[in-house]
């Protein structure tokens, strides 16, 4: 059985595109929520120039076929012009520990 794994997703942007990047970003999250395996997909302000998704996948393979689907596509064509730098990407397998339930996302 895969492991669920959770990934980060960063977006630098270029100053002034705060608000065409996050339409962007928000008009995939219906789609994506659709997708087989998708745990939680989930859009943050880290400060005025980054926007991170946090990501829950059911598996790896979950993932791979995420990041091959035309909402991911669509993002990327979409976003072209309003990034400083290609969006850095974490992928991470939970280590549990402690409370069940607070010790993993």
Not at 10 to 28: C, D
Not at 32 to 47: F, K, N, R
Not at 77 to 103: F, I, N, R, W
């Amino acid at each position: 059985m895969s492991q669920e794994v959770v990934v980060t997703a960063v977006f630098h942007l270029v100053p002034g595109k705060r608000e065409a990047l996050e339409a962007v970003l928000k008009s995939v999250i219906p789609d994506v929520h659709e997708e087989p395996g998708c745990l939680l997909y989930a859009l943050h302000e880290a400060d005025e120039n980054t926007l991170v998704f946090i990501e829950k996948w059911e598996s790896r393979e979950l993932l791979a076929a995420h990041q091959r689907a035309d909402a991911v596509a669509r993002l990327n064509a979409e976003a072209a012009g309003l990034l400083q730098s290609p969006p850095e990407v974490v992928t991470m397998s939970a280590l549990p520990c402690g409370h069940q339930t607070k010790g993993q996302l």
